[in-house]
């Protein structure tokens, strides 16, 4: 089956950046749907970004502007870049691959911003 491995997540202040890694135990290039979720304590597991097979995203209206989903298709990566990090942030975030109607997710990484 596919894996995927989150890496990046650590703890920073409000206003700061990090960059999430997703590396894919397959081939990308074709997939469908790409994307980050997260699910912050006590609250139900939500979308913050996505990128089909054409390079169109999607994003939560909490992150645009400061959230950027990336893939390289050589690397088999996804990647999210998170700028201006707010508390509210705070979450763990899970990689997932939509390969035909499966999905594939992740083990997540923690995210925790402080004030």
């Known amino acids: 089956q596919v894996q995927l491995v989150e890496s990046g997540g650590g703890l920073v202040q409000t206003g700061g950046s990090l960059r999430l890694s997703c590396a894919a135990s397959?081939?990308?290039?074709?997939?469908?749907?790409l994307g980050w979720y997260r699910q912050a304590p006590g609250k139900q597991r939500e979308l913050v970004a996505t990128m089909t097979s054409g390079d169109l995203t999607n994003y939560a209206d909490s992150v645009k502007d400061r959230f950027t989903i990336s893939r390289d298709n050589a690397k088999n990566a996804v990647y999210l870049q998170m700028n201006s990090l707010k508390p509210e942030d705070t979450a763990v975030y899970y990689c997932?691959?939509?390969?035909?109607?499966?999905?594939?997710w992740g083990q997540g990484t923690q995210v925790t911003v402080s004030s």
């Open positions: 397959i081939s990308i290039f074709n997939i469908k749907t």
């Open positions: 997932n691959v939509k390969i035909f109607t499966a999905n594939f």
